[in-house]
């Protein structure tokens, strides 16, 4: 396996910001599926991204199999209403 198949930065970044850019226009938590469709990716694909959206807090899971964008990535004074966003 030659370098630029292990190790892609730029479109790595790319291709997270688009899962984040989803997540932040819904109305609420997505499933897997739903964003996998959404960014016509793979599921194991999509997985993989999300996994490292969680590990650098950007993305959270309100429940099995949901994901949903940190209230922390959400602007600074924007108000984070549990009651309208309950995930």
Do not use: W
């Amino acid at each position: 396996m030659d370098c630029e198949r292990r190790y892609r930065p730029a479109s790595k970044t790319g291709e997270r910001q688009e899962l984040l850019d989803l997540l932040a226009a819904a109305d609420g938590p997505l499933s897997l599926a739903e964003i996998a469709g959404s960014v016509s990716k793979q599921t194991g694909t999509t997985r993989h991204l999300l996994k490292f959206l969680i590990a650098d807090g950007a993305i959270y899971q309100p429940g099995h199999g949901q994901y949903a964008l940190a209230p922390s990535q959400f602007p600074q004074g924007a108000q984070f209403n549990e009651d309208e966003h309950p995930f």
